[in-house]
């Protein structure tokens, strides 16, 4: 009587598992949408491009730029004062706030210039074609406060301690967008002739330093956790493009390359030629405790792997780097800023930004796309994308190689 009672048992909860992953296999009828993306940022006019494109059906032979529309009606509107933004057909899906077909360009900056996104307030996106029409809103977030973060000291594998420095990351506070502005149009200049003061961190190799995504930070930021979802830190290099000859070892230390001399040969040409000089980039063993490691390899496995140029017979040809600029996800305060975060020396900007509820709600539960059966989140209304908004902080520090 009792095994019959277990086997009754059995039976009724196989039952309820077979009903509970039970499909709903009733058939969707596909209907065309439009997908649309954009963004906007605190404190700036409108410097993203809105992607405007159609959705296809699975079986629908069509190739993807034959999705791009290119005559929708484009606005963003201030809900709180009515102001509209119109924006125009740049091709490709693409449009921006500017009429580049006017011949008075001037009148036209000054209106996009004038158009500035203010914290604390909510815009509405409205994208129309033909007869569809999709709208989304975003409220953008109040302004991002950082400060540098006072860490205790690193413990390295071999049980040594690393300080973590202290540096300046309010440096480029209160910048107007005309200052942002002439500041990437000119970094160096404009960092000298204003006597911003930058931080130097020594960028070093090493089984404490270079070895993982818990290696030792160089600094660390400070923010308010609490307020925000998600932040994106940007690591923008101001010197990636700096174009030098290949280093080489000085044996006769005498300031001059001499013929037999060893030098980094890395566009592999057995020529010693120009180089992105300030790329980040080692192939040096005995560095690591594991002798068959150099920087390079590990940098492959922790980032992506190097790029190499394509062949135009310079020397571009096969010479390595490293995408620019990096943009991060993080959501934990303080923010350890490691070796992960730069692929070449010299100055950088760091950009600290907060996001709305529409990129949160967006991107979880799926955030590296790898699921492509899972449908974000869309905010618009009858479509599809994103329109976010987000608030940002910058600072300059520069990145040195470690004296041996």
């Known amino acids: 009587m009792v095994k019959k009672i277990k086997l009754a048992i059995q039976f009724i909860t196989i039952s309820l598992i077979i009903q509970s992953c039970s499909f709903d296999d009733n058939t969707i009828n596909y209907e065309e949408q439009l997908v649309v993306f954009a963004s906007i940022n605190a404190g700036f006019p409108v410097y993203d491009t809105v992607f405007v494109s159609r959705t296809a059906e699975v079986n629908e032979s069509v190739d993807s730029e034959d999705l791009y529309i290119e005559n929708a009606d484009v606005r963003l509107i201030n809900i709180s004062d009515g102001s509209e933004l119109k924006f125009y057909s740049l091709g490709n899906g693409r449009y921006y706030p500017i009429d580049m077909t006017v011949q008075n360009l001037d009148s036209v900056f000054s209106y996009w210039v004038d158009y500035v996104i203010s914290s604390g307030t909510t815009y509405r996106l409205v994208v129309t074609h033909e007869d569809n029409s999709v709208i989304a809103e975003t409220n953008v977030p109040e302004k991002i406060e950082i400060t540098s973060a006072e860490m205790s000291e690193f ?32 970094p160096l200049e404009y960092i000298e002739a204003n006597n911003i003061n930058v931080d130097s961190v020594e960028f070093k190799i090493g089984d404490c330093y ?7 930070p160089m600094f660390g930021v400070d923010y308010n956790q609490d307020d925000y979802n998600t932040i994106q ?6 010197e990636s493009d700096v174009v030098g000859l290949e280093p080489f070892d000085d044996e006769n230390q005498n300031g001059v390359f001499d013929e037999g001399e060893n030098f980094s040969d890395r566009n592999r040409n057995g020529l010693r030629d120009s180089c992105y000089i300030n790329l980040i980039y080692s192939e040096q063993k005995g560095l690591f405790d594991n002798d068959s490691l150099d920087y390079n390899s590990l940098a492959n496995i922790w980032k992506e792997p190097l790029k190499r140029g ?40 760091m950009t600290y930004k907060s996001t709305s509820d529409s990129y949160f709600n967006y991107f979880k539960g799926d955030p590296v796309g790898q699921n492509i059966y899972l449908l974000p989140d869309s905010n618009f209304e009858e479509g599809l994308g994103v329109f976010y908004s987000s608030s940002s902080t910058s600072f300059i520090v520069k990145v040195i190689a470690a004296t041996q």
């Open 310 to 349: 394509a062949a135009d017979g310079t020397w571009r040809e096969n010479s390595p780097y490293r995408n620019n600029p990096w943009l991060w996800n993080v959501d934990i305060s303080p923010s350890p800023i490691m070796w992960l975060y730069f692929d070449y020396y010299g100055h950088y900007m």
């Open 233 to 238: 830190i940007i690591s923008n290099a101001l």
């Open 155 to 186: 413990q390295c594998p071999d049980e040594s301690t690393e300080p973590v420095s202290i540096i300046d990351v309010n440096n480029l506070e209160n910048f107007t967008f005309e200052q942002m502005l002439s500041l990437n149009l000119n």
């Open 210 to 216: 270079t070895k993982s995504f818990a290696s030792a």
